[in-house]
């Protein structure tokens, strides 16, 4: 298995308590069996307290298994913490939607960042393995803390250089089988 050398490692597991609830404001939900009722995108969850859910401890009997099963990657408390050094809009409202730019943005990154990572474990050949790196190396890049940076990964070509790596791979393996 290969090593990713001296590169920082990125903390994909979501941190609740570091974030300003980004996920329960900013994403949207319709009511069925994942969630019992509708929830537009930028409107805080009603079962929001501050940052924290009243009801988390009984989210699946309570008609929530979807807010269970979501996961930000790491996201949430990185956006809050690092690029809006801890501000929220709960007492910013002008700051939503900023955060959700930023929040879209990381989450998209650090899920490729777990795909790169993850695809070390796979018999890759050297050039992949150099490829795998340097995009490695440039999601690192991008993630430089700023919301500027941040919106331009997003509209910039790596997220695409990164899917289109991995589809290489995913089709040359699977003509190994
Ligand atoms: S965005 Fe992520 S860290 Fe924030 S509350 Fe949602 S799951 Fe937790």
């Not at 570091?18 to 929830?39: E, M, S, T």
Request: aromatic residues 6%.
């Amino acid at each position: 298995m290969a090593e990713d050398g001296a590169r920082r490692e990125v903390d994909l597991t979501p941190d609740c308590q570091a974030c300003a609830a980004l996920c329960c404001v900013l994403l949207p939900f319709d009511a069925g069996d994942a969630f019992a009722f509708d929830k537009p995108a930028a409107v805080a969850c009603r079962h929001l307290d501050g940052h924290a859910c009243r009801i988390h401890a009984d989210l699946a009997t309570r008609g929530f298994a979807g807010c269970q099963r979501y996961n930000c990657h790491g996201a949430g408390q990185r956006v809050t913490q690092e690029v809006f050094a801890g501000r929220s809009w709960r007492t910013e409202p002008g700051l939503l939607a900023a955060m959700d730019r930023a929040f879209r943005a990381m989450r998209r990154l650090h899920e490729d960042h777990g795909l790169l990572t993850a695809a070390r474990t796979l018999p890759l050949t050297d050039a992949e393995e150099a490829e795998r790196l340097a995009l490695l190396a440039r999601l690192d890049a991008a993630t430089s803390q700023t919301e500027a940076s941040l919106i331009a990964y997003d509209t910039g070509p790596l997220p695409r250089a990164v899917k289109a790596f991995l589809e290489a791979l995913r089709l040359r393996l699977r003509s190994r089988q």
